[in-house]
Every structure is written in C-alpha cells, then in structure tokens.
C-alpha cells in the first residue's frame, strides 16, 4: 500500500521552530521527487519546497526561502522540512507528496 505518514506538527511561538517528517511506504521512495505543500483556511494548496530524487537538488517558494530547508533520508524512506524563524502567516495544514500520492497533512500553528 503506497502511503505517506506526517508528523511534528504542532503549536509554536512566532519566532520559532518545528521539524516536520514524512515517512514513506509502498513504493521506491529513493526514485521519487518529494514535495512538501501547505494550506491555510480559506487560501489555494501552495507549493513550499521540493528536493529531487536524483541530486538532491533543493526548491523553495519566496515566503520560505532562507527560513525553511527540505532533506531527505533514503535510508529511512523519510522527507524532512525544517521550518526556523516561524511567523504567524506560516500557519497551515503541511502536506507531503510524492510517489503518486498524498499525506493526510499536519498542522502547524504559529502563535503567541
């Protein structure tokens, strides 16, 4: 069964950080490109980061760059997303995709 398990969401002070992970089964995940996505209430899914299968090359959208860094281990069948220097407007359902699927999302909210 191809399936994609989030994880690390949370409630964080604006300023802060949070590493969220997303675990992989179901396919070769080292042969897939892996993307994480977000969605606030009200707003279209956005694209926030992607690394690629092959070099590990990097992607960020503007609102992320130089606050958030994608990884992956393909050891563990994990992508990663650090998120640093958080702020309230980076509150939203975190998704991760790839393989052909969907995560179901975890949340993250930035308040004080």
């Known amino acids: 069964q191809v399936q994609l398990v989030e994880s690390g969401g949370g409630l964080v002070q604006p300023g802060g950080s949070l590493r969220l992970s997303c675990r992989a089964s179901?396919?070769?995940?080292?042969?897939?490109?892996m993307t994480w996505y977000r969605q606030a209430p009200g707003k279209e899914r956005e694209l926030v980061a992607t690394i690629t299968s092959a070099n590990n090359n990097t992607s960020y959208a503007d609102s992320v760059k130089g606050r958030f860094t994608i990884s992956r281990d393909n050891a563990k069948n994990t992508v990663y997303l650090q998120m640093n220097s958080l702020k309230p407007e980076d509150t939203a359902v975190y998704y991760c995709?790839?393989?052909?699927?969907w995560g179901q999302g975890t949340q993250v909210t930035v308040s004080s």
């Open positions: 179901g396919f070769t995940f080292s042969r897939y490109a």
């Open positions: 995709s790839g393989g052909n699927t």
